[in-house]
Protein backbone atom coordinates (compact mmCIF):
# COMPACT_ATOMS: atom_id res chain seq x y z
CA UNK A 1 0.00 0.00 0.00
CA UNK A 2 1.65 3.20 -0.94
CA UNK A 3 0.55 6.12 1.24
CA UNK A 4 0.89 9.92 0.54
CA UNK A 5 0.42 12.97 3.09
CA UNK A 6 -1.59 15.36 0.92
CA UNK A 7 -3.09 18.57 1.57
CA UNK A 8 -3.08 21.34 4.29
CA UNK A 9 -0.42 19.55 6.36
CA UNK A 10 1.82 19.16 3.56
CA UNK A 11 1.09 23.40 2.84
CA UNK A 12 1.54 24.33 6.29
CA UNK A 13 5.06 22.22 6.95
CA UNK A 14 6.28 23.84 4.12
CA UNK A 15 5.15 27.53 5.70
CA UNK A 16 6.78 26.69 9.22
CA UNK A 17 3.23 26.74 10.58
CA UNK A 18 1.94 24.42 13.53
CA UNK A 19 0.63 20.82 12.04
CA UNK A 20 -3.31 20.36 11.88
CA UNK A 21 -5.29 17.50 10.65
CA UNK A 22 -3.17 14.84 9.34
CA UNK A 23 -5.01 13.77 5.42
CA UNK A 24 -3.20 10.52 3.29
CA UNK A 25 -4.04 9.77 0.09
CA UNK A 26 -3.29 5.67 -0.86
CA UNK A 27 -2.46 4.54 -4.14
CA UNK A 28 -3.26 0.95 -5.83
CA UNK A 29 -6.14 -0.04 -2.73
CA UNK A 30 -9.31 -1.26 -3.08
CA UNK A 31 -12.37 -0.54 -0.53
CA UNK A 32 -12.10 -3.86 0.17
CA UNK A 33 -8.33 -4.24 0.72
CA UNK A 34 -8.44 -1.60 2.83
CA UNK A 35 -11.46 -3.05 5.04
CA UNK A 36 -9.47 -6.40 5.43
CA UNK A 37 -6.81 -4.31 6.79
CA UNK A 38 -8.94 -3.33 9.63
CA UNK A 39 -9.64 0.66 8.51
CA UNK A 40 -13.74 2.11 9.29
CA UNK A 41 -15.04 3.08 6.25
CA UNK A 42 -17.02 6.31 6.84
CA UNK A 43 -16.96 8.73 3.72
CA UNK A 44 -20.46 8.78 2.00
CA UNK A 45 -19.32 10.17 -1.39
CA UNK A 46 -15.88 9.28 -1.36
CA UNK A 47 -13.70 6.35 -0.27
CA UNK A 48 -12.61 7.48 3.26
CA UNK A 49 -11.51 5.41 5.92
CA UNK A 50 -9.95 5.52 9.44
CA UNK A 51 -7.07 4.38 10.61
CA UNK A 52 -7.46 1.41 13.05
CA UNK A 53 -5.19 3.18 15.60
CA UNK A 54 -4.66 6.56 15.34
CA UNK A 55 -8.18 7.29 13.64
CA UNK A 56 -6.59 9.70 10.78
CA UNK A 57 -8.20 9.81 7.32
CA UNK A 58 -6.78 8.03 4.42
CA UNK A 59 -8.80 8.53 1.08
CA UNK A 60 -8.17 6.31 -2.05
CA UNK A 61 -6.54 8.23 -4.57
CA UNK A 62 -9.21 9.40 -6.73
CA UNK A 63 -10.52 11.97 -9.81
CA UNK A 64 -13.59 13.56 -10.46
CA UNK A 65 -15.90 14.67 -13.47
CA UNK A 66 -18.35 17.14 -13.50
CA UNK A 67 -21.68 15.68 -13.91
CA UNK A 68 -23.99 18.50 -12.82
CA UNK A 69 -24.70 21.53 -11.03
CA UNK A 70 -23.20 23.11 -7.94
CA UNK A 71 -20.13 21.37 -5.57
CA UNK A 72 -22.21 18.05 -5.47
CA UNK A 73 -22.56 17.82 -9.03
CA UNK A 74 -19.42 15.37 -9.52
CA UNK A 75 -18.92 11.52 -10.45
CA UNK A 76 -16.00 9.98 -8.70
CA UNK A 77 -13.65 7.09 -9.36
CA UNK A 78 -11.09 5.93 -7.52
CA UNK A 79 -10.13 2.64 -9.30
CA UNK A 80 -7.04 1.51 -8.06
CA UNK A 81 -5.02 2.59 -11.10
CA UNK A 82 -5.64 6.40 -10.22
CA UNK A 83 -2.14 7.81 -9.56
CA UNK A 84 -1.58 10.35 -7.06
CA UNK A 85 -0.78 12.90 -9.15
CA UNK A 86 -3.98 12.32 -10.78
CA UNK A 87 -5.57 12.52 -7.22
CA UNK A 88 -3.41 16.34 -7.18
CA UNK A 89 -4.96 17.08 -10.41
CA UNK A 90 -8.52 17.65 -8.49
CA UNK A 91 -7.46 19.65 -5.87
CA UNK A 92 -8.34 23.05 -5.40
CA UNK A 93 -5.13 25.54 -5.22
CA UNK A 94 -1.49 24.28 -6.39
CA UNK A 95 -0.56 25.04 -2.77
CA UNK A 96 -2.86 22.38 -1.75
CA UNK A 97 -1.60 19.72 -4.24
CA UNK A 98 1.42 18.84 -2.98
CA UNK A 99 1.90 14.99 -1.69
CA UNK A 100 4.62 13.68 0.81
CA UNK A 101 5.93 10.04 0.45
CA UNK A 102 5.36 8.61 3.71
CA UNK A 103 8.25 6.16 3.16
CA UNK A 104 10.75 8.59 1.81
CA UNK A 105 10.03 12.02 2.63
CA UNK A 106 9.96 12.73 -1.73
CA UNK A 107 7.42 15.46 -1.88
CA UNK A 108 5.27 15.46 -5.01
CA UNK A 109 4.65 18.60 -6.46
CA UNK A 110 3.44 17.76 -10.27
CA UNK A 111 1.47 22.10 -10.11
CA UNK A 112 4.72 24.32 -8.99
CA UNK A 113 2.97 24.61 -5.40
CA UNK A 114 6.26 24.54 -3.76
CA UNK A 115 6.99 27.34 -5.95
CA UNK A 116 3.54 29.50 -5.42
CA UNK A 117 3.52 29.08 -1.60
CA UNK A 118 7.69 30.41 -2.13
CA UNK A 119 5.97 33.44 -4.08
CA UNK A 120 3.33 34.32 -1.49
CA UNK A 121 0.36 33.45 -4.36
CA UNK A 122 -2.93 31.56 -4.43
CA UNK A 123 -2.91 30.07 -7.57
CA UNK A 124 -5.60 27.23 -9.18
CA UNK A 125 -4.33 23.57 -10.11
CA UNK A 126 -6.41 24.15 -13.40
CA UNK A 127 -9.28 24.41 -16.04
CA UNK A 128 -11.39 22.26 -13.38
CA UNK A 129 -11.55 24.79 -10.97
CA UNK A 130 -14.68 26.34 -12.41
CA UNK A 131 -16.23 23.32 -11.69
CA UNK A 132 -16.84 23.65 -7.80
CA UNK A 133 -18.33 27.24 -6.96
CA UNK A 134 -17.47 26.74 -3.03
CA UNK A 135 -13.68 27.18 -4.12
CA UNK A 136 -14.70 30.65 -5.00
CA UNK A 137 -15.59 31.14 -1.04
CA UNK A 138 -12.37 29.03 -0.50
CA UNK A 139 -10.06 31.02 -1.99
CA UNK A 140 -11.70 33.80 0.09
CA UNK A 141 -11.43 32.03 3.10
CA UNK A 142 -7.35 30.92 2.45
CA UNK A 143 -6.79 34.81 1.78
CA UNK A 144 -8.18 35.81 5.55
CA UNK A 145 -6.12 33.30 6.66
CA UNK A 146 -2.67 33.82 5.06
CA UNK A 147 -2.71 37.50 3.69
CA UNK A 148 -0.36 38.31 6.86
CA UNK A 149 2.09 36.26 4.95
CA UNK A 150 1.94 38.52 2.21
CA UNK A 151 -0.39 36.23 -0.24
CA UNK A 152 -2.15 37.69 -3.17
CA UNK A 153 -4.61 35.80 -5.74
CA UNK A 154 -3.31 35.23 -8.97
CA UNK A 155 -4.69 37.42 -11.79
CA UNK A 156 -5.92 34.30 -13.85
CA UNK A 157 -7.01 33.16 -10.79
CA UNK A 158 -9.12 35.92 -10.22
CA UNK A 159 -10.36 35.92 -13.91
CA UNK A 160 -11.72 32.52 -13.29
CA UNK A 161 -13.78 33.30 -9.95
CA UNK A 162 -15.16 36.37 -11.83
CA UNK A 163 -16.50 34.24 -14.56
CA UNK A 164 -17.59 31.50 -11.60
CA UNK A 165 -19.23 34.37 -9.90
CA UNK A 166 -21.26 35.63 -13.25
CA UNK A 167 -22.01 32.39 -14.79
CA UNK A 168 -24.89 32.15 -11.41
CA UNK A 169 -23.26 28.99 -9.98
CA UNK A 170 -22.94 30.15 -6.73
CA UNK A 171 -26.21 30.19 -6.33
CA UNK A 172 -26.06 27.05 -5.84
CA UNK A 173 -24.13 26.92 -3.00
CA UNK A 174 -26.09 25.49 -0.12
CA UNK A 175 -26.75 27.96 3.37
CA UNK A 176 -25.01 25.38 5.10
CA UNK A 177 -21.85 25.66 3.16
CA UNK A 178 -21.66 29.37 2.94
CA UNK A 179 -22.03 30.32 6.25
CA UNK A 180 -19.02 27.56 7.18
CA UNK A 181 -16.71 28.88 4.90
CA UNK A 182 -18.05 32.52 6.28
CA UNK A 183 -17.21 31.69 10.03
CA UNK A 184 -14.03 29.93 9.16
CA UNK A 185 -13.02 33.10 7.29
CA UNK A 186 -14.20 35.05 10.58
CA UNK A 187 -11.68 33.07 12.72
CA UNK A 188 -8.47 33.72 10.59
CA UNK A 189 -6.30 36.22 11.09
CA UNK A 190 -7.58 38.85 8.98
CA UNK A 191 -11.12 38.18 7.82
CA UNK A 192 -11.00 41.62 5.67
CA UNK A 193 -9.45 39.48 3.17
CA UNK A 194 -12.34 37.44 2.45
CA UNK A 195 -14.85 40.40 2.23
CA UNK A 196 -11.88 41.92 -0.34
CA UNK A 197 -11.30 39.06 -2.15
CA UNK A 198 -15.05 38.01 -2.55
CA UNK A 199 -16.02 41.64 -3.55
CA UNK A 200 -13.01 41.95 -6.14
CA UNK A 201 -14.57 38.64 -7.74
CA UNK A 202 -18.28 39.45 -7.64
CA UNK A 203 -19.20 37.12 -5.61
CA UNK A 204 -19.67 38.81 -2.40
CA UNK A 205 -23.08 40.46 -3.89
CA UNK A 206 -24.29 36.88 -4.55
CA UNK A 207 -23.09 35.26 -0.87
CA UNK A 208 -23.39 38.29 1.27
CA UNK A 209 -25.28 41.00 -0.58
CA UNK A 210 -26.28 42.66 2.27
CA UNK A 211 -22.37 43.22 3.20
CA UNK A 212 -21.32 43.85 -1.11
CA UNK A 213 -24.10 46.91 -0.44
CA UNK A 214 -21.67 48.53 1.77
CA UNK A 215 -19.17 49.15 -0.57
CA UNK A 216 -19.17 52.83 -2.23
CA UNK A 217 -21.62 54.33 0.42
CA UNK A 218 -19.59 57.28 1.66
CA UNK A 219 -19.74 58.61 5.72
CA UNK A 220 -18.54 61.55 7.32
CA UNK A 221 -15.05 62.09 7.01
CA UNK A 222 -14.97 63.75 10.38
CA UNK A 223 -15.76 60.37 11.88
CA UNK A 224 -14.53 57.84 9.66
CA UNK A 225 -11.51 59.11 8.31
CA UNK A 226 -11.50 56.09 5.40
CA UNK A 227 -14.56 56.91 3.96
CA UNK A 228 -16.45 54.36 2.60
CA UNK A 229 -18.60 51.86 4.59
CA UNK A 230 -17.38 48.90 2.68
CA UNK A 231 -13.51 49.63 3.69
CA UNK A 232 -14.77 50.59 7.70
CA UNK A 233 -16.63 47.58 7.52
CA UNK A 234 -13.17 45.24 6.78
CA UNK A 235 -10.87 47.57 9.11
CA UNK A 236 -13.89 46.05 12.03
CA UNK A 237 -13.76 42.86 11.04
CA UNK A 238 -10.07 43.01 11.18
CA UNK A 239 -10.13 44.62 14.64
CA UNK A 240 -12.35 42.14 16.24
CA UNK A 241 -9.87 39.33 14.91
CA UNK A 242 -7.30 40.94 16.87
CA UNK A 243 -9.44 41.58 19.93
CA UNK A 244 -11.11 38.35 20.20
CA UNK A 245 -8.92 36.25 18.35
CA UNK A 246 -10.88 32.94 16.68
CA UNK A 247 -14.04 34.23 18.07
CA UNK A 248 -16.97 34.13 14.88
CA UNK A 249 -19.80 35.20 16.88
CA UNK A 250 -18.04 39.22 17.99
CA UNK A 251 -16.71 38.51 14.24
CA UNK A 252 -20.22 37.89 13.20
CA UNK A 253 -21.48 40.88 14.89
CA UNK A 254 -18.90 42.99 13.69
CA UNK A 255 -19.35 42.03 10.30
CA UNK A 256 -22.84 43.11 10.09
CA UNK A 257 -23.15 45.85 12.67
CA UNK A 258 -23.71 48.74 10.05
CA UNK A 259 -25.72 46.90 7.37
CA UNK A 260 -28.42 49.71 7.52
CA UNK A 261 -26.08 52.11 6.54
CA UNK A 262 -26.54 50.48 2.52
CA UNK A 263 -30.13 52.35 2.52
CA UNK A 264 -29.53 54.93 3.97
CA UNK A 265 -31.39 57.88 1.43
CA UNK A 266 -28.88 59.46 -1.12
CA UNK A 267 -30.41 62.66 -0.42
CA UNK A 268 -29.00 62.57 3.11
CA UNK A 269 -25.66 60.50 2.65
CA UNK A 270 -22.77 60.88 3.77
CA UNK A 271 -25.37 60.84 7.19
CA UNK A 272 -26.87 57.83 8.02
CA UNK A 273 -29.78 58.57 10.52
CA UNK A 274 -31.04 55.92 12.13
CA UNK A 275 -28.85 53.57 10.31
CA UNK A 276 -28.76 51.14 13.24
CA UNK A 277 -32.49 50.37 13.45
CA UNK A 278 -32.74 50.01 9.54
CA UNK A 279 -30.18 47.36 9.76
CA UNK A 280 -32.24 45.01 11.77
CA UNK A 281 -34.28 44.07 8.84
CA UNK A 282 -31.23 43.28 6.17
CA UNK A 283 -29.50 41.40 9.30
CA UNK A 284 -32.57 39.10 10.00
CA UNK A 285 -32.51 38.57 6.32
CA UNK A 286 -28.95 37.22 5.70
CA UNK A 287 -29.37 35.43 8.71
CA UNK A 288 -32.53 33.74 7.70
CA UNK A 289 -30.93 32.51 4.30
CA UNK A 290 -27.87 31.39 5.48
CA UNK A 291 -29.46 29.84 8.94
CA UNK A 292 -27.23 31.56 11.50
CA UNK A 293 -26.94 30.17 14.74
CA UNK A 294 -29.35 31.36 17.01
CA UNK A 295 -26.36 32.60 19.67
CA UNK A 296 -24.60 34.23 16.74
CA UNK A 297 -28.37 36.19 15.47
CA UNK A 298 -29.12 37.80 18.86
CA UNK A 299 -25.63 39.19 19.47
CA UNK A 300 -25.47 40.62 15.95
CA UNK A 301 -28.87 41.86 16.70
CA UNK A 302 -27.45 43.99 19.90
CA UNK A 303 -24.32 45.33 17.91
CA UNK A 304 -26.23 46.35 15.47
CA UNK A 305 -29.09 48.06 17.13
CA UNK A 306 -26.85 49.62 20.20
CA UNK A 307 -23.55 49.86 18.87
CA UNK A 308 -24.12 53.90 19.00
CA UNK A 309 -25.69 54.06 22.38
CA UNK A 310 -22.79 51.80 23.43
CA UNK A 311 -20.47 54.74 21.90
CA UNK A 312 -21.92 57.53 23.90
CA UNK A 313 -22.67 55.61 27.19
CA UNK A 314 -21.01 58.18 29.14
CA UNK A 315 -23.55 60.62 28.36
CA UNK A 316 -26.11 58.31 29.28
CA UNK A 317 -28.88 58.36 32.60
CA UNK A 318 -28.21 55.21 34.58
CA UNK A 319 -31.59 54.42 33.75
CA UNK A 320 -30.84 54.38 29.87
CA UNK A 321 -27.90 52.01 30.96
CA UNK A 322 -30.02 49.68 32.40
CA UNK A 323 -32.35 49.83 29.81
CA UNK A 324 -29.72 49.46 27.37
CA UNK A 325 -28.71 45.82 29.40
CA UNK A 326 -32.56 44.60 29.88
CA UNK A 327 -32.84 44.81 25.93
CA UNK A 328 -29.67 42.79 25.13
CA UNK A 329 -30.87 40.35 28.00
CA UNK A 330 -27.81 41.02 29.58
CA UNK A 331 -29.04 40.14 33.21
CA UNK A 332 -29.51 36.60 32.27
CA UNK A 333 -27.17 36.49 29.89
CA UNK A 334 -24.07 38.83 31.15
CA UNK A 335 -21.46 37.66 28.79
CA UNK A 336 -23.81 39.01 25.77
CA UNK A 337 -22.91 42.54 27.16
CA UNK A 338 -19.14 41.30 27.33
CA UNK A 339 -19.28 40.07 23.91
CA UNK A 340 -21.21 43.54 22.71
CA UNK A 341 -18.36 45.64 24.21
CA UNK A 342 -15.80 43.96 22.12
CA UNK A 343 -17.91 44.77 19.36
CA UNK A 344 -18.05 48.02 19.71
CA UNK A 345 -14.55 48.28 20.58
CA UNK A 346 -13.55 46.64 17.15
CA UNK A 347 -16.30 49.23 15.44
CA UNK A 348 -14.72 52.20 17.40
CA UNK A 349 -11.21 51.45 16.43
CA UNK A 350 -12.31 50.48 12.85
CA UNK A 351 -11.39 53.82 11.31
CA UNK A 352 -8.27 55.73 9.69
CA UNK A 353 -6.08 56.35 12.09
CA UNK A 354 -8.23 55.20 14.92
CA UNK A 355 -6.55 51.89 15.20
CA UNK A 356 -4.88 52.60 18.45
CA UNK A 357 -7.29 54.60 20.29
CA UNK A 358 -8.82 53.32 24.02
CA UNK A 359 -12.68 52.23 24.10
CA UNK A 360 -12.85 53.30 28.00
CA UNK A 361 -16.90 53.22 27.23
CA UNK A 362 -16.36 49.28 26.92
CA UNK A 363 -15.32 49.71 30.59
CA UNK A 364 -17.61 51.85 31.92
CA UNK A 365 -20.61 49.13 30.19
CA UNK A 366 -18.97 46.48 32.09
CA UNK A 367 -18.79 48.05 35.63
CA UNK A 368 -22.54 49.10 35.31
CA UNK A 369 -23.46 45.48 34.63
CA UNK A 370 -21.36 44.30 37.73
CA UNK A 371 -22.64 46.27 39.78
CA UNK A 372 -26.21 46.05 38.67
CA UNK A 373 -25.69 41.89 38.94
CA UNK A 374 -24.67 42.02 42.64
CA UNK A 375 -28.16 43.21 43.70
CA UNK A 376 -30.10 40.47 44.83
CA UNK A 377 -33.51 39.88 45.76
CA UNK A 378 -32.43 39.68 49.63
CA UNK A 379 -31.16 43.20 49.58
CA UNK A 380 -34.70 44.09 49.01
CA UNK A 381 -36.98 45.72 51.29
CA UNK A 382 -38.71 42.71 52.88
CA UNK A 383 -42.54 41.96 52.64
CA UNK A 384 -42.55 42.72 49.13
CA UNK A 385 -44.41 40.13 46.18
CA UNK A 386 -45.09 39.98 42.99
CA UNK A 387 -44.42 42.85 40.44
CA UNK A 388 -43.14 45.15 43.30
CA UNK A 389 -40.49 42.59 43.27
CA UNK A 390 -39.55 43.22 40.20
CA UNK A 391 -39.77 46.98 40.29
CA UNK A 392 -37.86 47.21 43.17
CA UNK A 393 -35.03 45.25 41.81
CA UNK A 394 -34.90 47.03 38.90
CA UNK A 395 -34.74 50.31 40.93
CA UNK A 396 -32.20 49.00 42.78
CA UNK A 397 -29.81 48.05 40.00
CA UNK A 398 -30.77 51.64 38.42
CA UNK A 399 -29.08 53.38 41.65
CA UNK A 400 -26.23 50.61 41.46
CA UNK A 401 -25.35 51.78 38.01
CA UNK A 402 -25.77 55.19 39.42
CA UNK A 403 -23.19 54.68 42.01
CA UNK A 404 -20.57 53.03 40.12
CA UNK A 405 -20.65 55.62 37.45
CA UNK A 406 -20.39 58.54 39.62
CA UNK A 407 -17.17 56.62 41.38
CA UNK A 408 -15.85 56.47 38.82
CA UNK A 409 -16.54 60.34 37.38
CA UNK A 410 -14.95 60.90 40.52
CA UNK A 411 -11.59 58.67 40.06
CA UNK A 412 -11.27 60.45 37.05
CA UNK A 413 -11.69 64.02 38.41
CA UNK A 414 -9.06 62.98 41.55
Not at 122 to 146: I, K, S, T
Not at 211 to 220: E, F, H, S
Request: aromatic share 6%.
Amino acid sequence: MKVYLVGGAVRDCLLGLPAGDRDYVVVGQTPEAMLAAGYKAVGKDFPVFLHPDNGEEYALARTERKSGRGYRGFVVDADPSVTVEDDLGRRDFTINAIARDESDGRLIDPYGGARDLQARVLRHVGPAFVEDPLRVLRAGRFMARFKSQGFTVAPETMELMRQMAESGELADLVAERVWQELRRALTCATPSAFLRTLHDAGALRVVLPEVDALYGVPQRPEYHPEVDTGVHTEMVVDQAAKLAPGDDLIGFAALTHDLGKALTPADILPRHINHERAGLEPLAQLCARLKVPTDHRLLAEAACREHLNVHRLDEMRPRSVYELIARCDGFRNPKRIEQMTVVCEADKRGRLGLEDNDYPQGASLRAALHAALKVRASDLKPGLSGPAVGEAMRRARIEAIAVVRKNAAGDGAE
